[in-house]
């Protein structure tokens, strides 16, 4: 038995059914196409699938999509704006912080709800902050160089380059 759900994804709302038993991950992936929520291990131990429901980071691989009806979804695709990188996704490159890529997106999302809840993290928390994550190639040091730079270009973006914001 098929049951509605409505979820707002990337900012475009959705009106779906779905079956008790439908992962988001699987919602995402082959119903609506967003394609860069990766899965890596199915038992929520490596982040690959993270995706940001209402701000929060949140294992797609073991979260039913009735789960998040009503909620707000990020996923990599969304964080992109105006065809500007975000500027976790522009240090990432610039730092060389992606490799094979297929932790890369869970990586970013979780860092970015670890950003907006902490904007100037010491390496420490950082490495807190994205313990959830698991990448095989980089051994974290871009990863944690690359969220670094970020929180500086988030801050600059924040209070502009005149000084506080608006």
Not at 41 to 63: H, Q, R
Not at 124 to 150: H, P, S
Request: charged share 20%; glycine share 12%; aromatic share 4%.
């Amino acid at each position: 038995m098929k049951h509605p759900i409505k979820i707002a994804v990337n900012g475009e709302n959705y009106e779906l059914s779905v079956s008790p038993n439908e992962l988001l991950i699987d919602l995402l992936r082959n119903r609506l196409d967003l394609t860069g929520t990766k899965e890596g291990c199915g038992t929520g131990d490596c982040g690959a699938c993270t995706v940001l429901v209402d701000g929060k980071p949140l294992n797609s691989c073991l979260t039913l999509a009735l789960e998040v009806d009503g909620k707000n979804i990020l996923t990599i695709e969304g964080l992109a704006q105006g065809g500007e990188l975000h500027p976790l996704q522009k240090a990432f490159i610039d730092e060389g912080a992606v490799q094979c890529g297929f932790c890369t997106p869970g990586m970013i999302l979780s860092a970015k709800a670890f950003l907006d809840e902490n904007s100037h993290p010491s390496e420490e928390e950082i490495k807190r902050g994205i313990a959830g994550n698991f990448c095989r190639c980089t051994g974290y040091k871009k990863i944690i160089k690359a969220i670094q730079t970020a929180s500086l270009g988030l801050a600059s973006e924040i209070k502009g380059p005149a000084g506080p914001s608006r």
